[in-house]
């Protein structure tokens, strides 16, 4: 980002990986592929942070549960990786004390710990 309006600037997302981890936000949505793609198609500005790798969009298909992850050039695409529980913590500092480097996720909160 540049500048106090915020501008986007083109390529960005590809600059300094050679010596940098990239790090996107990642959104889960629990919704069908074809609304979030009608929502994806209608949108110029999701259009362009998604569609310019700023930010990965997985669906959780609210019926089967299943996961699909959006590529720009292909759509959605069913997500194929190994399925593990996540880790579960009371809190989220429970998760990330004395870490310092990126963690995978992690269910924070939820039911009974």
Sequence with gaps: MEGVSSDLRTGLPRQMIEIHEPLRL???VEAST????????????L??????DWVHVIAKDPD????????PARGFVPWAGP???LPERARSGDWYRGHTDP?????????EI
């Design 83 to 85: 399925s593990q529980p």
């Design 34 to 45: 074809e609304v979030l793609t009608a929502i994806y198609q209608r949108q110029p500005s």
């Design 26 to 28: 990642q959104i889960v």
């Design 64 to 71: 089967s549960g299943e996961f699909s992850i959006f590529g």
């Design 47 to 52: 259009r362009e942070l998604i569609g310019g």
């Design 103 to 111: 963690l995978s996720p992690a269910l924070i909160g939820e039911g």
